[in-house]
């Protein structure tokens, strides 16, 4: 099925999950029959069901998405003394990283990709 242009992602709960996965295992219904009469798409509720069968109900819980670390330091204007030194570490980290990859830095923080 997927999404109209611009729209945005579907999100289920654990609950509806569950309900279309039982609806699989115990009422006999199909993926591809779930998908004409809910517009979900069969691929996702096969993922569900197999996970369903593997792991146990637990793993259709939604999982946080990681997002990034900076963001919360780099919108505020006044930074506590605590949270300027956080904010400087990480971005020493994520230097360091980097450089353990290959890039190169310029003195104005720009990154250059070099080849060995």
Known sequence: MGRHKGGKNQSHTKEEKIKYVKMMLEEGYSAKKLEKEYGI?????????????????????????????????????????????EYENMKLRIENELLKK???MKGDGTIVKFTK
């Open 102 to 104: 290959g890039y190169l």
């Open 41 to 85: 798409s069969h691929s996702l509720t096969d993922k569900w069901r197999r996970k369903y069968l593997e792991f146990g109900a637990d793993s259709l819980e939604n999982q946080k998405k990681p997002g990034n670390p900076l963001c919360k330091y780099s919108n505020k204007k006044n930074l506590s003394k605590e949270e300027q030194l």
